[in-house]
């Protein structure tokens, strides 16, 4: 943990040279303190990842099994995730960065906010008792003269519960990751974000051997123990990891106070310059491509392809174990390359893997030709995609201004979160199209890939022109973001 200077070596004569300090802010690490923060810093991370990003994956199939329909399964596990980021992230990012309190600017965020996320964990492992309670055991109940099933009060309980944990983890989300820049020195960003990732796919590793296969059938107590090892694995982060102390918050630019100075603020700095733009939608259109797709990547793996649970957790596994092999390589040659350059050279090849999906869409090779066809296109583009996910993060961290990164990273969530709705809503009509109005079947599961592809075109088309300004603005030897006045 950090300690200040005075007590780092108090045996020893003499004052501390630089090459004696590990330096972030006002933070001053030992070797061993520095130890000490990479190891709980990435306990957290491992927490997060293993009990919440991971456990999500369970949502669209637990909505499936309880009778929910494309449209309904879209809209709980994508669109109402992303309202909540949209109205709520860019707020906690700008007053994140202008908070200050013994405890730091990101921590007291995350420290008061874990217990409820914790909390309704356990409530959406309990949903189906919840929902026997209301029924009292009926099929139906009456409200209002309307009788309304068990089923639909069961997925409208699991709604409501859904969007308190989206509401509650949006604290805990949007701030963590902006923790990084603040408790770990600039010179071993790259090898903690190498870390970080190995972490990350190890977490994911164990939740798809040993987790995934079992989501359904022991979908209450896999929420019960996540909720309670979720609170106790981040709090416990919270209290030995410390933040430093920060300079006076940056004022408004009309130098008042309250929510629509602060808002004209934001909007002013982030949105009215070129480059800014070209990076929020280069993010954008690769969200779009990537992360609204999955609830119906998982539909089609199981109802179209015929793969089951068992099979896929197989290849979750493995291709997870092989990335957390290549995290730390790619973390190295990203940052021995530049970063910038990395991300946007990937970005282009891996149009490839989505365009290898597409096969899917006039082939069908049977269930035992479909899982060697899925291990094979997952393990071939698995190094571009690693060493694409390597260099993101640190390119966010050379080009975005590191005094105000919450705000900027949470003016491209917010983009995102919008693009995100009502991109979610339109794939959900989409499928819902093919299933109601082309009568396509399962078959409908493998147009996916056919949207990702369609806007990773336009994501790595904005990241060139990204790279092109960021050569134009002094490149690697003299780059400095544009100003915020």
Not at 134 to 152: F, K
Not at 292 to 313: C, K, Q, W, Y
Request: proline residues 5%.
């Amino acid at each position: 943990m950090a300690i200040p200077v005075s007590e780092l070596h108090p045996a020893l004569p003499g004052p501390l040279t630089a090459r004696s300090l590990y330096k972030v802010g006002t933070l001053r690490y030992t070797a061993f303190g520095l130890l000490l923060v990479f190891f709980w810093v990435l306990w957290g991370d491992f927490i997060y990842m293993l009990l919440d990003t991971s456990l999500v994956t369970i949502f669209p199939k637990k909505l499936n099994e309880m009778g929910a329909g494309d449209f309904t399964v879209q809209m709980l596990h994508q669109t109402l995730a992303r309202t909540v980021a949209f109205g709520l992230a860019p707020i906690i990012s700008f007053r994140s960065d202008r908070y200050r309190s013994p405890r730091g600017r990101r921590i007291p965020f995350i420290l008061w906010t874990t217990p409820l996320v914790g909390l309704f964990l356990v409530l959406i492992g309990c949903t189906d008792n919840l929902t026997a309670a209301v029924t009292r055991g009926a099929d139906a109940i009456t409200v209002l003269g309307y009788s309304i099933s068990t089923q639909t009060i069961g997925i409208a309980l699991l709604g409501v519960l859904l969007f308190c944990f989206d509401f509650a983890n949006m604290f805990v989300g949007t701030v963590y990751y902006y923790m990084f820049n603040d408790v770990v020195p600039q010179q071993f960003l790259s090898r903690f974000l190498s870390c970080y990732r190995m972490v990350s796919s190890l977490a994911g590793m164990l939740y798809s051997a040993y987790i995934f296969p079992h989501a359904l059938t022991h979908f209450r107590l896999i929420f019960v123990l996540a909720g309670v090892g979720y609170t106790v694995g981040l709090v416990t982060m919270c209290l030995f990891v410390k933040e430093g102390s920060y300079g006076p918050p940056p004022q408004n630019l009309d130098r008042r106070t309250g929510f629509i100075s602060s808002a004209k603020t934001f909007a002013k700095e982030c949105f009215t310059h070129k480059f800014y733009w070209y990076f929020f939608l280069a993010s954008t259109f690769r969200c779009l491509a990537l992360s609204i797709t999955p609830a119906f990547v998982l539909l089609r793996d199981l109802n179209s392809l015929g793969m089951g649970l068992a099979e896929l957790g197989s290849v979750f596994a493995w291709t997870q174990f092989v990335s957390l092999l290549l995290q730390y390589p790619s973390g190295w040659l990203a940052d021995r390359l530049n970063p910038i350059r990395v991300h946007t050279a990937t970005s282009f090849i891996s149009l490839l893997s989505p365009l290898a999906a597409c096969v899917w869409l006039f082939r069908d090779f049977g269930t035992a030709g479909n899982l060697h066809y899925y291990y094979w296109i997952s393990l071939l583009f698995l190094p571009i995609g690693a060493l694409c996910t390597a260099a993101e993060l640190p390119m966010y961290m050379r080009l975005l201004p590191r005094e105000r990164y919450g705000q900027f990273c949470s003016a491209n969530a917010m983009l995102r979160s919008f693009a995100m709705v009502v991109g979610s809503v339109l794939l959900g009509v989409l499928m819902k199209v093919l299933a109601d109005g082309v009568h396509m079947g399962p078959w409908r599961y493998r147009y996916v890939a056919l949207w990702a592809l369609a806007f990773q075109i336009p994501s790595s088309l904005f990241l060139w022109l990204l790279y092109r300004e960021w050569k134009a603005r002094g490149g690697e030897k003299g780059y400095t973001p544009p100003g915020v006045t």
